[in-house]
């Protein structure tokens, strides 16, 4: 199986600061990676795919980048809303496995 | 707009089953598969397997291997997700979900069908 290992696991930020999650694939995942942003008591929703893809009505705050075993999803400017748990996730090869999460709070 | 509308609560014995549907709409049913995932209270996700509901063709987490059972009525665009010999450890969240297209996101989820295993 493939492990996928984020980087910080918690976050303590304020509104306004740029800020940067990192994932890394065990093995290369090409740009197979896909993040998730987690509110309490929710189902996720889908950022950002194919590394680097945004999804339709994502705020154009957030951006992915990588490929092969590295990725790095940014907040350019953080939102009171943006305050959540963010997952990274490998669509490689199944199983499709997640990161721990990193989990964004107010500093 | 795509819809994933999942069963409501469940509460089970250890060594029971529990079979939980995700009713889509909004979209060609049989054209994407369908993914389930589960997240214990205070967890991270945690990805049980796939079905396609064209050809039922399914593929499970090695974990779940042999106790869960995904399943699709295409007549009523459902899927479903049967998890046998239930323990307390299955007490989660469980979420079906939408793959899209290119890397195969999750695109769409249900709103999450709580399951607690209990005596």
């Known amino acids: 199986d493939i492990q996928m290992t984020q980087s910080p696991s918690s976050l303590s930020a304020s509104v306004g600061d740029r800020v940067t999650i990192t994932c890394r694939a065990s093995?290369?995942?090409?740009?197979?990676l896909n993040w998730y942003q987690q509110k309490p008591g929710k189902a996720p929703k889908l950022l950002i795919y194919?590394?680097?893809s945004f999804q339709s009505g994502v705020p154009s705050r957030f951006s992915g980048s990588g490929s092969g075993t590295d990725f790095t999803l940014t907040i350019s400017s953080l939102q009171p809303e943006d305050f959540a748990t963010y997952y990274c996730?490998?669509?490689?090869?199944?199983?499709?496995?997640f990161g721990q999460g990193t989990k964004m709070e107010i500093k | 707009q795509v819809q994933l509308v999942q069963s409501g609560a469940e509460v089970k014995k250890p060594g029971a089953s529990v079979k939980v549907s995700c009713k889509a709409s909004?979209?060609?049913?049989?054209?994407?598969?369908i993914n389930w995932v589960r997240q214990a209270t205070g967890q991270g996700l945690e990805w049980m397997g796939w079905?396609?509901?064209?050809?039922?063709?399914?593929g499970y987490a090695q974990k779940f291997q042999g106790r869960v059972t995904m399943t699709r009525n295409t007549s009523i665009s459902t899927a479903y997700m049967e998890l046998s010999s239930l323990k307390s450890e299955d007490t989660a969240v469980y979420y079906c979900?939408?793959?899209?297209?290119?890397?195969?996101?999750?695109?769409?989820w249900g709103q999450g069908t709580l399951v607690t295993v209990s005596s």
């Open positions: 079905m396609n509901p064209n050809s039922g063709k399914t």
């Open positions: 979900a939408k793959i899209g297209s290119l890397s195969y996101p999750l695109h769409y």
């Open positions: 909004g979209y060609t049913f049989t054209s994407y598969d």
């Open positions: 194919a590394a680097s």
């Open positions: 093995q290369s995942i090409s740009n197979y």
């Open positions: 996730q490998q669509t490689y090869s199944t199983p499709y496995t």
